[in-house]
């Protein structure tokens, strides 16, 4: 069983920046890929960027470049640090897990954190 708990979102300006955090109960965070995926009001889920074990990453196309994962094995954690906010960005943003690759394709992900909301005024 794996629980996961974000923390970070808030409001912030266009042009600013925010960072995520994904905090992780599990003794197998080793062995887990994280997934970071947003859902805006009306609009379906939407991959962000994920992680795995071996320190890889891969970002959806309208982030790249603004947007970086990183993992903490030490404290179980993955952070989203995300750069160059547009209002576009604003949504509830989610982080899951899963044991294997990383994937985009949300039904994949076993395991879900409750959602932390970013809001990007213009």
């Known amino acids: 069983q794996v629980q996961l708990v974000e923390s970070g979102g808030g409001l912030v300006q266009a042009g600013g920046s925010l960072r995520l955090s994904c905090a992780a109960s599990?003794?197998?965070?080793?062995?887990?890929?994280i997934g970071w995926f947003r859902q805006a009001p009306g609009q379906e889920r939407e991959f962000v960027a994920a992680?795995?074990?071996?320190?890889?990453?891969y970002y959806g196309d309208s982030v790249k470049g603004r947007f970086a994962v990183s993992r903490d094995s030490a404290k179980n954690t993955v952070y989203l640090e995300m750069s160059s906010l547009n209002p576009e960005d604003t949504a509830v943003y989610y982080c899951?897990?899963?044991?294997?690759?990383?994937?985009?394709?949300?039904?994949?992900?076993?395991?879900w954190g409750q959602g932390t909301q970013v809001t990007v005024s213009s």
């Open positions: 992680s795995n074990w071996r320190g890889g990453t």
């Open positions: 899951a897990a899963r044991v294997g690759a990383m994937v985009v394709t949300s039904n994949m992900y076993a395991y």
């Open positions: 599990t003794r197998t965070f080793s062995s887990l890929s």
